[in-house]
Each structure stands twice: as structure tokens, then as C-alpha cells.
């Protein structure tokens, strides 16, 4: 049997699948309006994504060193390191979320064995929604309530969240970023820099960031969900798409051969 313990494993997907989402606004221009319906869309799936998913499963059947079984406990651990890889610092699903999407615990090696990578597109895309509610959240706090910040306070801020439960409401998970945010503006007072370059570092960061997370297209989803896929059965395999597999061998290559050895 083949050994591919530590190495990535990568099958083929055309590369012309999974354009850019497009958006009506440039959301890096400060102040800006940014509204989440004209923001979000829903990342889709290709039927080729479902063919190769099914690829991928045999080869890992087949041609790796570890045996698997394609099994509802597969499914649970599938289930656990997707939303860790997505959410694990507690930062963007509520309690309720989780709810909602535990119904794939135990039902993703059904939906992957039968080609089918819908579930870890439906989990994506609400994770994709809350992020971006979550910068939108920041930015207006930024751009109009620096001034009504009060440092005379004793606030706590817990960064490792971690072995911390999902927040159980939106009004619970608003003040975690609220404190976020002033501990970032808290940070450049102490730099030395005065409200407004405060204000517009913090607006061109997020909003910097926001433009990045809309940029993200179905290819993202689809090789996201299925290294995971891959880090179920061995967390040292993943999952590369055929570019990103050429750009990893490429990088490979130019290390062997500046220690003096050559990869063919």
C-alpha cells in the first residue's frame, strides 16, 4: 500500500470552475454604506466538485497508509474539525447555528459517498454570512462610535476563546467585537496615534478584510471542506487543487535545489 502519511494529496478540478463574487460596491472606500443583502450571496457548488469528492474518497480508501472506514464516526470527526477550522475561536456562529447545521454530524459520509458536497457548501455559506455581519458590525463601530469610547473603565477581554461556549445571542457576540474593537483602538492610543488616524487605520483594515472574505468563491468552499476531508483521516494529508498543487511542487522544488538536490 502506497504511504502517503505527511505528503498532500491532490486530484483534478478544472480551474476555470468558481469565479470571483461580484459586488455593487467598493467596500474599501471609507464610509461607504454596506448593507448585508447587497453584500451576501450564496457560494455554489459544481457537479464536478461532487465527482471529485468521490475521487478523493478512493484514493484515500485505496492508496493511503492509514485504513478508514467512510462511517458515521468518520462523519462526527469530519463534522468537528470542519467547524474548528471555520469557527474556532467562537468569534462568528451562535449557539443556535451550531443547532441548525448539527444535523450533518452524522450524515456527511452518506452525502460523500454518494457524491454530494452540498452540506459542506450550506455550512460554509452560513459562516460566510456571519463573517461578514461580523466585519460590517466592526466597521460601523470605527467609523462612528470611537468617540463615545470610555477608557476609564475596567473592561476584561478574553483573547483565547477558544474552550469558550457559542454565543447564545447576537446582542452576546456584539459585545465580544465591541471589546475587540476598542482593545484595537486601545492598542493605537497607546502608539500615540490621535482619533482620526486611529479611525481610518481600523476602517481600512476591516474593510481591507471585508473586500478579501467577498472574493471568496465556490473553488475556496470546495477545497476548504475537502482538505478537511483529507485531515479526517490523517491530519498530515490535505486536499490541493490542481493550481495550488503546482504552486506547492513548484515552492518544493526551488527548496530541494537550494540545498543542493533536485526533485524530478
Not at 500500500?1 to 470571483?20: E, H
Not at 459586488?23 to 450564496?42: G, H, K, M
Not at 493511503?64 to 458515521?72: F, G, K, L, P, T
Not at 492610543?189 to 482620526?196: A, F, Q
Amino acid at each position: 500500500m502506497i504511504n502517503f502519511s505527511k505528503t498532500f494529496l491532490a486530484i483534478g478540478l478544472l480551474s476555470a470552475l468558481g469565479t470571483t463574487q461580484a459586488t455593487a460596491s467598493d467596500v474599501t472606500e471609507p464610509n461607504s454604506p454596506l448593507v448585508l443583502e447587497s453584500l451576501f450571496s450564496e457560494l455554489a457548488s459544481e457537479p464536478i466538485y461532487g465527482e471529485t469528492a468521490l475521487e478523493l474518497l478512493e484514493q484515500l480508501k485505496t492508496k493511503h497508509y492509514a485504513s478508514i472506514e467512510i462511517n458515521d464516526n468518520f462523519s462526527s470527526l469530519l463534522f468537528d474539525q470542519y467547524l474548528d477550522a471555520l469557527d474556532g475561536s467562537k468569534l462568528y456562529f451562535l449557539a443556535e447555528d451550531v443547532q441548525k447545521i448539527a444535523r450533518y454530524r452524522y450524515t456527511l459520509d452518506n452525502s460523500l459517498s454518494a457524491g454530494n458536497v452540498e452540506p459542506g457548501f450550506e455550512i460554509y455559506n452560513l459562516y460566510h454570512k456571519r463573517v461578514i455581519e461580523r466585519l460590517i458590525y466592526s466597521i460601523d463601530r470605527i467609523e462612528n462610535a470611537v468617540p463615545q469610547m470610555d477608557f476609564t473603565i475596567d473592561e476584561y477581554l478574553l483573547l483565547d476563546r477558544e474552550n469558550e461556549p457559542f454565543a447564545a445571542t447576537t446582542a452576546e457576540l456584539d459585545e465580544v467585537w465591541r471589546k475587540r474593537i476598542k482593545n484595537s483602538v486601545l492598542s493605537l492610543r497607546l502608539t500615540g496615534d490621535d482619533e482620526e488616524e486611529i479611525v481610518e487605520k481600523l476602517s481600512k483594515r476591516y474593510r481591507n478584510q471585508l473586500s478579501q472574505v467577498l472574493k471568496t468563491n465556490g473553488k475556496d468552499v470546495f477545497q476548504t471542506y475537502l482538505s478537511k476531508v483529507a485531515a479526517t483521516v490523517d491530519p498530515h494529508t490535505s486536499y490541493f487543487s490542481p493550481r495550488d498543487s503546482e504552486n506547492f511542487n513548484m515552492g518544493l522544488s526551488l527548496s530541494l535545489q537550494g540545498i543542493g538536490a533536485q526533485l524530478t
